[in-house]
């Protein structure tokens, strides 16, 4: 007899349950419920080959139908279950069996289709539920990536009219730099100037100022002003409260400086050192350069820590 396929631990009802013709014993005829009564014992089931059981519904006979054969949740959790009809007492009925198959779990013989139906299980649920939100989502999507690529298209033609303008200026500065272009006789005129410039000490531009605001009177004024200028430097820290111990005096158009009261009532200024920018009168001068300065005043700040070489210059 054929295998009947059943749906794995899932009770049978009506349109499940299996209806099977049964022979009575010693003829061809089909047996009816006038020919068998079946009892315990009679119908056993073995579940995968198992220790053989009492089914837990007896079949019954239907007109038309044949015995109808009921079976539990319990009882099709297996792969195979093999159905054994053995009347035990004087056998009315011939011995017959007939084999029950599972599909639709992992568990079952058939699990293919179990898959096949999970699957199928999930498309339905894609289809029905989550397809349409991601659809909506991609569609959403699709018209951000369209609004950036306009967006983008607008850019790229900001950046090519961009381009088009430096390849314009580049062009301009190649014609400009070539020997003899715009840029290049700037270049050459500039030269021609700051070649005339004057280096007696390194990276410093000797200055020869002809005339001051367009005033060539002026100028001449500032030059002999300078002229008088004393540059000094301070021999050690001063001795006492008023007198500023002088190291060396220089100038340019003054041979000795060396001259009692020489140079009283001139202002020093202090140009380096703790007092540098400071200004004092000069009350008196010794003769001697190793004889200090007398000045006017000691109230400026730092004064008793004006050290040895700080500069100053006498105006």
């Known amino acids: 007899m054929a295998a009947f396929e059943r749906l794995y631990g899932t009770l049978t009802v009506a349109a499940t349950n299996i209806y099977i013709p049964i022979v009575k014993t010693g003829v061809t005829d089909f047996a009816v419920s006038a020919d068998w ?37 319990a009882e099709l959790q297996c792969k195979q279950l093999t ?63 369209e609004t950036l690529l306009n967006t983008v298209d607008g850019k790229v033609d900001v950046i090519d009219t961009n381009v088009d303008d430096i390849e314009t200026d580049t062009n301009e500065l190649q014609t400009d730099w070539t020997n003899g272009g715009r840029l290049d006789l700037l270049v050459d005129a500039i030269k021609a100037i700051t070649d005339q410039f004057v280096f007696t000490l390194a990276n410093h531009v000797d200055s020869n100022t002809l005339a001051i605001s367009g005033s060539v009177a002026q100028a001449t004024k500032l030059k002999n002003a300078l002229a008088g200028t004393i540059h000094g430097k301070v021999n050690a820290t001063p001795a006492s409260a008023t007198a500023l111990l002088v190291k060396s005096l220089t100038n340019d158009t003054l041979a000795d400086l060396n001259v009692a009261d020489l140079l009283k009532d001139r202002v020093v200024i202090f140009t380096t050192g703790v007092a540098q920018g400071h200004a ?28 040895a070489d700080d500069e100053f210059v006498i105006v």
Do not use: C, R
Not at 283 to 295: G, H, K, M, V
């Open 37 to 73: 009564t079946p009892a315990s014992g009679d119908v056993k089931i073995t579940k995968d080959g198992g220790t053989p059981a009492n089914v837990g519904t007896l079949p019954v006979y239907t007109a038309n139908l044949g015995w109808e054969f009921v079976f539990t949740a």
């Open 280 to 307: 004092v009168g000069i009350s008196a001068q010794a003769a001697s350069a190793s004889d200090p300065i007398t000045l006017t005043t000691t109230t400026m700040v730092n004064y008793a820590n004006i050290a």
């Open 83 to 145: 159905v054994l009809i053995v009347d035990s007492a004087t056998k009315a009925i011939d011995d017959q069996f007939f084999s029950i198959e599972t599909y639709g779990h992992a568990s079952a013989m058939h699990h293919d289709i179990f898959d096949l139906q999970a699957d199928i299980t999930a498309i339905l649920a894609d289809t029905g539920t989550t397809l349409p939100a991601t659809l909506a989502v991609i569609d959403g999507n699709v018209d951000d990536i």
